[in-house]
């Protein structure tokens, strides 16, 4: 089993629509996760991160959590065509473990 | 303003021809990593380094060396590049191992003829 898993998609969606995206990861005592965006040819752009206490809003973007089943959630609110990119999964586990990414296309 | 400067950002050359990537981060990070990026593989760590003169490896470093001379520079070299090291070469930095993410270069597109 991979550390941390993550459906590579494509996941579509229609513009204003909530995309969510998930990750699931195998060490249960990870304390700290993180998202990034890529665009094709890019670096990857951190731009939600959660410890083990809480879920997170920032805008219309919010990251959930859910220890007992060791997965972590991001949910697109109002999507929008630039939402389009990959989304890497990250978990620390000593040093930070990616996902291989999901697809996301935001179809206007 | 704070970054992670990596160069080149394109390259193509042949095998068995020495090349080096640089990375200079201006956020006086101690961690500085290096990770190789292709298509179903997500991102791969090849050599990351806890502080100057302190590196060690990755999951796929064969092929590759790195140095840390200076807190800011963390080069990546490539010694006799083979057609399988083809790929997308990221240079990334933090304030340690895990806990406050990483910031990544803008990287750097190999291509070995």
């Known amino acids: 089993q991979k550390e941390v898993e993550q459906n590579s998609g494509p996941l579509s969606v229609p513009e204003g629509a909530i995309a969510s995206l998930n990750c699931t990861y195998s060490?249960?005592?990870?304390?700290?996760f993180f998202w990034y965006r890529q665009y094709s040819g890019k670096s990857p752009e951190l731009i939600m991160f959660i410890y083990s206490n809480g879920d997170k809003e920032d805008g219309r973007f919010t990251a959930q959590l859910n220890k007992a089943s060791q997965y972590v959630s991001l949910l697109i609110r109002d999507s929008q065509p630039s939402d389009s990119a990959t989304y890497l999964c990250?978990?620390?586990?000593?040093?930070?473990?990616f996902g291989a990414g999901t697809i996301l296309r935001v179809k206007s | 303003e704070a970054q992670v400067t990596q160069n080149p950002r394109y390259l193509i050359t042949v095998t068995g021809k020495k090349l080096t990537v640089t990375c200079s981060q201006n956020?006086?990070?101690?961690?500085m990593s290096w990770y190789r990026q292709d298509p179903g593989l997500g991102l791969r760590q090849i050599y990351y380094s806890m502080n100057v003169e302190v590196t060690d490896k990755g999951d796929v470093p064969e092929g590759y060396k790195v140095s840390r001379k200076e807190k800011r520079n963390f080069p990546l070299i490539l010694e006799s590049p083979s057609p399988n090291q083809t790929s997308l070469y990221f240079c990334?930095?933090?304030?340690?191992?895990?806990?406050?993410?990483?910031?990544f270069g803008s990287g750097t597109r190999l291509t070995v003829v």
């Open positions: 990334a930095s933090s304030l340690n191992r895990g806990s406050y993410g990483y910031t």
């Open positions: 060490d249960r005592g990870s304390q700290s």
């Open positions: 956020m006086n990070h101690e961690y």
């Open positions: 990250a978990v620390n586990l000593d040093k930070l473990v």
